[in-house]
């Protein structure tokens, strides 16, 4: 599990938030940065502490989440892989298996789930892969799947259902943003997910 630290600093009145730098500075005039938090983006919400009159700012991580999948034989065993960053941080966490009788449609969705499964509270992040399976289901398919009762707009069934209904839920708790890149297209971490999937799938078959 990466570690994700919650940052926190205790408003008091005549304090100020100034998003612009993201950052804390006394309201004085004197411009002095009290503490300024690296991040994509802050600012969530803000809970009154009853009976002291101040509040807390709460700052959400943000993490670049690069994902691939790999078959061999589509159905056949497959491998996914994943990497997990934050950014503005220095956590990186780098996680690969594999499964039998599987496609490659499915190990994509699946490094996307287990990326997520290692974040453990809500973050804001950018899925980064070369599927468009993955970018555009969650970009511009999935709504509207839910909407149908989990059909097409040909009014078919989902396929990976199963997989497509645990990413509706991930969308309710993280903000996700999907970005498609061409694969093997000397995309460093894209090229390193799929060396991951691949000899996921190596070691599945010699077990």
């Not at 599927?131 to 511009?140: D, I």
Request: proline letters at 3%; charged letters at 20%.
């Amino acid at each position: 599990m990466i570690a994700l630290w919650e940052r926190r600093r205790r408003v008091r009145p005549g304090d100020c938030l100034n998003a612009g730098v993201m950052a804390f500075s006394q309201c004085d005039g004197s411009a002095k940065v009290a503490e300024t938090l690296i991040l994509s983006s802050m600012i969530h919400y803000q809970q009154r502490d009853a009976g002291l009159n101040s509040a807390y700012i709460y700052a959400v991580q943000s993490f670049d989440l690069f994902t691939d999948g790999a078959c061999s034989g589509n159905p056949g065993p497959g491998g996914w892989g994943f990497i997990l960053r934050e950014i503005g941080g220095f956590g990186e966490l780098l996680q690969s298996g594999a499964e039998h009788g599987t496609t490659n449609n499915r190990m994509e969705l699946t490094a996307v789930i287990r990326g997520f499964d290692s974040i453990s509270k809500p973050s804001q992040v950018r899925v980064i892969s070369d599927s468009e399976y993955v970018v555009k289901g969650l970009k511009e398919w999935l709504t509207g799947w839910k909407v149908r009762g989990w059909k097409t707009a040909a009014k078919k069934p989902v396929k990976n259902i199963d997989l497509w209904q645990q990413l509706d839920q991930i969308r309710a708790i993280h903000t996700v943003n999907p970005v498609w890149i061409r694969g093997h297209a000397e995309h460093p971490e894209n090229t390193k997910c799929d060396e991951m999937a691949v000899a996921a799938i190596v070691t599945l078959r010699n077990r």
